[in-house]
């Protein structure tokens, strides 16, 4: 029963209003939630001249909440929530909330580790014209088996990793990937 429930859970991504990210997991962390929120390494100054590097949210107003899809729960943290959040939609005038799959999600947690360097967060539109080709990491090391399509942006290759709202992209060299044809 327990493997069946599992099965049937999906990510859900959600936003909310400018800097509240931190505030919005510890709510969801109350309430026993589980949530991710992509995170990087920022370098902020101190008093003392000297610099430290943090923690930060990479993508701004966005999580994802890991639960099974049921629009009345979803309504209920809406009303619930002491912040602003908004459930994305699959369309733009739809009803049904945009629903992420397991394997979909894992493959972006693993990209987004902050301890991998050179992963960078972009618009889905600013990628909207360019052609990329399905593959897979095959070398060994943290990024091994990452899917994506590999493109060029700027002037370098780059493995893209699209979400609703985000883009991942990382610095990879096209020698690192194989053609996927699933």
Known sequence: MKGEKEERRLWLPIQTIYNKELQVAEFLRE??????????????DLPSGECEHVLVPAIHNLLFIHREYDKDWCYKLLQTSPYPLYFLKRERNGREYCTISE?????????????????????????????????????????????????????????AIEMPQSTALLKVSYTWCEIVTE
Not at 35 to 43: G, K, R, V
């Open 31 to 44: 309430q026993e939630i589980e949530y991710y929120i992509p995170m990087m390494y920022e370098a902020r």
């Open 103 to 159: 394997k979909e999600m894992d493959n972006f947690m693993r990209a987004t580790d902050p301890r991998i360097q050179g992963t960078r967060f972009i618009d889905p539109q600013k990628l909207k014209d360019k052609e990329g080709m399905p593959v897979r990491i095959i070398k060994k090391g943290p990024l091994y088996g990452i899917t994506g399509k590999l493109m060029r942006y700027g002037s370098r290759h780059y493995v």
